[in-house]
């Protein structure tokens, strides 16, 4: 069974950074890829970036690029998303999730976690 639980959440004032994790089990079954989505309220789901299980390859939102940074370790089975300089905008529930991913993208979301809020002050 494919279990993933974020954490890392939290209030950060504009310009902050905050890096969320997602703690993996059971996943090596169960596609090629993780990755992260947002939802912010009142708006559609939105992708943030994935990364390849094999070989670590990331791709991250174009809107995101130079402030959001996705990683592996491992060693812990967790998935980490790095978010700099962020902005009210930024506010949502972040998710991970476990799926096949196509170039930059998860075409087919198997897995989500519960989420995690971010919520930036200005």
């Known amino acids: 069974q494919v279990e993933l639980v974020e954490s890392g959440g939290g209030t950060v004032q504009a310009g902050g950074s905050l890096r969320v994790s997602c703690a993996t089990s059971?996943?090596?079954?169960?596609?090629?890829?993780l990755g992260w989505f947002r939802q912010a309220p009142g708006k559609e789901r939105e992708g943030v970036g994935v990364?390849?299980?094999?070989?670590?390859?990331?791709y991250v939102a174009d809107s995101l690029k130079g402030r959001f940074t996705i990683s592996q370790d491992n060693a812990k089975y967790t998935l980490y998303l790095q978010m700099n300089s962020l902005a009210p905008e930024d506010t949502a529930l972040y998710y991970c999730?476990?799926?096949?991913?196509?170039?930059?993208?998860?075409?087919?979301?198997?897995?989500w976690g519960q989420g995690t809020q971010v919520t930036v002050s200005s």
């Open positions: 999730a476990a799926g096949f991913c196509a170039s930059d993208q998860m075409v087919d979301p198997r897995h």
């Open positions: 059971g996943y090596s079954y169960s596609g090629n890829c």
């Open positions: 990364i390849y299980t094999a070989g670590g390859t990331t």
